[in-house]
């Protein structure tokens, strides 16, 4: 029985193996457009389809971003100026790429811009802040889709969404955690209403990795920022004990990041490139075996691994 068992799981590894493995032809002619390309992974992925020979059309937020890039491609990568939280320049992008794909339309769109800041407890949260959080990894994701979509389903293209691990674990950053479960959602749902059009929807879930976003030293001084500016019942709520402990585990977080972002933009790389693209990529060691088999967990005993380490508010009852 054991035997017959592990032979079917050997073979349908193996069909999925050679299924993955069948490329897109004639890839020399497709564009993708991404944005977030300053830094990161949109850098690193903007570089390596260039590599490959695709037709790379690369957002930045910054001209000195887009300048640092072209100075590391080929002339074949074109870069644009894009803030995704405003809509004029999003419209002024998306004439942009029109004006570049023609009627081949546009082949690939990745959605990797994104911010996390600040990371702090949600009693502490600033409106302000988590308004713009919400609208670069949410709303502008919604937005750059729906304007780019025409272009991506006269390609029968390929939209890539970037989430989080802490898309589908949210125990810490709450804003954050919501805005990639809003990407998860919008992603699905996308996915199910444009299948009869040929335009495929994958989702990234990268784990904890070294970004301009996860910068050590910037990230410890917003979280210290964000504790120095809570209001003063916060602060007695839960104490400074309770935030020296919350401190050393996001440095510990920190710490432990992986610096090999190749995992990310691989799974992205595949997404657009493969015949058949997965639904779903998790990025990452923590991401494939601690973060997904938590996510299937009962919700007690999730909450349990999750914060066995926290320690006990000041006032806690």
Partial sequence: M???????????????????????????????????????????????????????????????????????????????????????????????????VGDRGLWGLVNNAGVIKPVTLCEGLNMEDSMNILKVNLIGVIQVTLSMLPLVRRARGR?????????????????????????EAFSDILRRELQHFGVKISIVEPGYFRTGMTNLTRSLEEVKQSWKEAPKHIKETYGQQYFDAFYNIIKEGLLGCSTNLNLVTDCMEHALTSVYPRTRYSAGWDAKFFFIPVSYLPTSLADYILTRSWPKPAQAV
């Fill in 2 to 100: 054991w035997l017959y068992l592990v032979a079917f799981v050997g073979l349908y590894y193996l069909l999925r193996w050679y299924r993955e493995r069948q490329v897109v032809s004639h890839l020399q002619d497709k564009y993708v457009f991404i944005t977030g390309c300053d830094s990161g992974f949109g850098n690193l992925l903007a570089r390596q389809l260039d590599a490959r020979g695709l037709r790379v059309l690369a957002a930045c937020l910054t001209e000195k971003g887009a300048e640092e890039l072209r100075g590391q491609t080929s002339d074949r990568l074109e870069t644009v100026t894009l803030d995704v939280t405003k809509m004029e320049s999003i419209a002024a992008a998306t004439q942009w790429v029109k004006e570049h």
């Fill in 159 to 183: 939209i890539v969404n970037v989430s989080s691990i802490l898309g589908r674990v949210a125990f810490f950053a709450g804003v954050y955690c919501i805005s990639k479960y809003g990407v």
